[in-house]
């Protein structure tokens, strides 16, 4: 074992990787065919050089003939009329008529551009064990879901891959952030040097290749000594282009990739990619000391497992970590609630001091409120972190900003690097200059690396830099400096909430509330939006359940699914309400001169057709005036007042009256609006049978204006006035009054505040109410 110290390993930013393009190399491996044809005309523009060695074909034979030349005329019309929807690759089975008779062969078909890709593999007969692949597949994922233990999972995962395959070593390989890796579970012949716990440079597998990965595909080398088997014509003759392997299982060996496994002293190898959030989280890798073949159907289930892995990879549980989330969030809520209930936020931050650092485990803190800056635990001068933070002004552009090597990033930090090589930075207001800054100081950390990553660098006479296998695979340890513990991802959730708690509780200036609400807007938008689609699911499996089951369920089985239905269509018109919501605080208001004896018109009529049965008399006392708004919004506020105006009345003869106040009855005080015009005298009566044309208003002075809707309904208990107005508040059962989610009003004043106006009403209970809102005459 050798060693060395170092900032900690890091490739040069100008690198000259010295290996191909891994989708252009040109070639495949001998346990395979290729075709390349054209589309729509399938005719065979490229084939493999070993055509010979599978059809008795030489290569050149295939060349410009079509398909059915080659396979069953009625299988080639089958396969043209599912070439449409070949995105993916898609496998699939078939049989040729060679000289020497039929051979069965598994295929693989996908599209790159114009051209399809027919790979071919030759059947194998598959001998496992006395149990089918299928079952051992079956069973093993049978196991994985008994597992809830990270550790545990990965570990029985990569003995369920050993036993399906033989391979002499299995391994579990997770990325970093920087596509560096680590091999976190094994499986081995007893004999064999352990990997457990080896750190691999981002350089072992480079980018091209991850991203290769990152399409969830399957790799499989069965011998990296083979020669390569080339293409013929070299060039897809129809581009002039070297054809694009990227999605071929069958793509020939980079010599790169050649050279660092026989370093390994590995001969074969496996790979399966493993995805998270569609990102590549890691590889389950598979080494053989010798060649080894392994037939498709073993290949198919490994993918399998390979599937079910990654879709397990959020659920299983850390018990240590969750231990420690645990913790914080009991932390969080204890601060939370401290910060709550005082009016100093930096009293409330500060003190006591080790409740700020306790919330993401750091040894220092900085509180800056303006200028005013706050320094708690470890931490640079006050100067040191001014400096900081006028660098993080220019730099970082996010709410949240981490780093576990502040000096990298910053140079001026290696004067600090004691306490402050690690800085997580939050950013609570987009207006102020209000941040909280954590520190965390210089831990020396040992990592241990497969080999030397600095092996594979060589330096040219001209100062460019080379990568090539490295030759040695020895434990090599590296002593990292100017480097902090990582901050995890339960300590960066805890940040974000932090400022969501302080922006809610403390920051209530006009300014900052205004961007909260859109930030909130947003949220409710997309928060709404992505629960759409898995209660829509929900509701149509219940219905589905009841059509398909209804004779098999008693009754209570059959009443729970109707309550089960009936909830989720609550919940979808809940949804609907959010969305519309939301969207008003993101919307544009398209102002217009509006007159609203045409709005209400409309209105009424639209009212007249869902209401059928339902007819108060319509008093208008004066034409409305013309207003400034958006009508399309305004359409909707007095769809709501109105509608709510018809069912919430249960008076044998309803009325409806509205109106606004002119100058001489305004008091100039719009809480002073008592009942005028309430009346039944000398008021223009309609219903919704007979709505005619109103006149346009003559009035066109731009100043405020105050309109309202009176009815003569059930009115409205006075401790309730303010409240009607909160999102899904109602004061009646949902099944009572028509039903409704309770949202209406409150859409109605967030229209009536973005018009720069307000809403509210008076109200006798038992009486009727009077709704009020402000807008500008036009």
């Not at 009329?81 to 496998?91: G, K, R, S, Y």
């Not at 149990?131 to 570990?155: G, M, Y």
């Not at 040894?363 to 640079?380: H, K, M």
């Amino acid at each position: 074992m050798s060693g060395s110290e170092s900032s900690n390993f890091q490739i040069p930013n100008s690198v000259n990787v010295n290996c191909e393009p891994v989708h252009f190399s040109g070639s495949i491996q001998p346990h395979g065919i290729l075709l390349a044809l054209s589309y729509p005309e399938l005719t065979i523009l490229q084939v493999s050089a070993n055509t010979q060695d599978y059809f008795s074909i030489q290569p050149q034979n295939l060349l410009g003939q079509s398909l059915d030349t080659l396979l069953d005329a009625q299988f080639v019309a089958a396969f043209r009329q599912n070439l449409e929807d070949v995105d993916n690759v898609i496998p699939l089975k078939l049989s040729i008529c060679t000289s020497v008779g039929e051979r069965c062969f598994n295929g693989i078909v996908h599209r790159t551009g114009n051209t399809i890709i027919l790979e071919l593999e030759q059947s194998q007969q598959t001998d496992v064990s006395f149990f089918s692949v299928p079952a051992l597949v079956k069973r093993a994922i049978a196991q994985l879901q008994q597992v809830s233990n990270q550790r545990e999972f990965f570990q029985l995962a990569t003995q369920a891959v050993r036993k399906l395959t033989g391979f002499d070593r299995v391994m579990v390989y997770q990325f970093d952030s920087q596509g560096a890796g680590e091999v976190i579970a094994e499986a081995k012949r007893d004999d064999l040097q352990t990997y457990l716990g080896l750190h691999y440079p981002a350089t072992d597998i480079p980018q091209p290749v991850r991203e290769l990965y990152a399409r969830g595909l399957l790799r499989f080398i069965p011998d990296l000594t083979t020669p390569a088997i080339g293409l013929v014509p070299a060039e897809n003759p129809v581009t002039q282009q070297p054809l694009d392997l990227s999605l071929t299982a069958i793509r020939g060996v980079d010599p790169c990739c050649v050279e660092y496994h026989q370093n390994m002293g590995v001969a074969a190898i496996l790979v399966i990619a493993l995805i998270r959030d569609r990102q590549l989280w890691g590889l389950i890798a598979c080494h053989h000391q010798t060649p080894k073949y392994i037939p498709y159907e073993i290949r198919e289930g490994c993918e399998l497992l390979g599937q079910f892995v990654s879709s397990e990879l959020a659920s299983k549980v850390n018990y240590a970590e969750l231990d420690y989330i645990v913790k914080l969030r009991s932390l969080q809520s204890e601060f939370v609630e401290s910060i709550s209930q005082v009016d100093d936020l930096k009293e409330a931050l500060v003190n006591p001091a080790p409740r700020l650092l306790d919330l993401v485990s750091a040894q220092g803190s900085a509180v800056c409120l303006e200028e005013e800056i706050t320094l708690v635990g470890a931490t640079p001068t006050l100067e040191q972190v001014r400096t900081l933070i006028e660098w993080a002004d220019t730099q970082v552009n996010d709410s949240l900003f981490h780093t576990d090597s502040l000096p990298k990033l910053y140079p001026e930090a290696e004067k600090f690097k004691d306490v402050a090589s690690g800085l997580l930075l939050l950013r609570i207001s987009k207006v102020r200059r209000y941040y909280i800054l954590w520190f965390r100081p210089e831990i020396l950390q040992t990592l241990n690396w497969a080999g030397d990553p600095n092996a594979s660098i060589t330096v040219g006479a001209d100062g460019s830099v080379t990568l090539s296998p490295r030759k040695s695979f020895e434990r090599w340890q590296e002593i990292v400096r100017c480097t902090s513990l990582p901050w995890k991802a339960c300590e960066l959730e805890n940040a974000l909430d932090l400022r969501s708690a302080i922006v809610g509780i403390v920051l209530n200036k006009a300014d900052e509330l205004a961007q909260i609400n859109q930030e909130l807007d947003s949220f409710a938008y997309a928060a709404s939006h992505d629960l759409k689609e898995p209660l829509r699911g929900i509701h149509n499996f219940s219905a589905l359940l009841l059509k398909g089951y209804g004779e098999i369920l008693d009754d209570v089985g059959k009443s729970r699914l109707q309550t089960l239905v009936r909830l989720t269509r609550r919940m979808e018109s809940l949804i609907d309400a959010l969305l519309k919501f939301s969207r008003l605080g993101q919307a544009q208001l398209h102002l217009q001169p509006t007159d609203l004896n045409e709005l209400v018109n409309r209105v009424l009529e639209d009212l007249r057709i869902s209401l059928q049965g339902v007819q108060p008399d319509i008093r208008i006392p004066r034409p409305l005036p013309i207003v400034c708004c958006d009508p399309i919004l305004m359409g909707e506020v007095f769809m709501n007042l109105l509608s709510n105006a018809c069912k919430y009345n249960d008076k044998a003869e309803q009325w409806i009256e509205i109106g606004y106040l002119g100058r001489e009855e305004d008091t100039g005080n719009e809480e002073d609006t008592e009942t005028r015009g309430g009346g039944d005298t000398g008021n223009v009566n309609k219903s919704f049978s007979a709505s005619p044309r109103l006149m346009l208003s003559t009035s066109s002075s731009p100043s405020p204006i105050t309109l309202y809707v009176r009815d003569n309904g059930i009115g409205i208990r006075e401790r309730h006035l303010e409240t009607i107005f909160r999102l899904f508040k109602r004061l009646h059962e949902q099944h009572l009054y028509g039903g409704g989610t309770g949202a209406g009003l409150t859409i109605a004043k967030k229209i009536i505040e973005r018009h720069g106006g307000r809403i509210w009403v008076e109200s006798v209970y038992g009486e009727g109410s009077t709704f009020y809102l402000t807008l500008v005459r036009c």
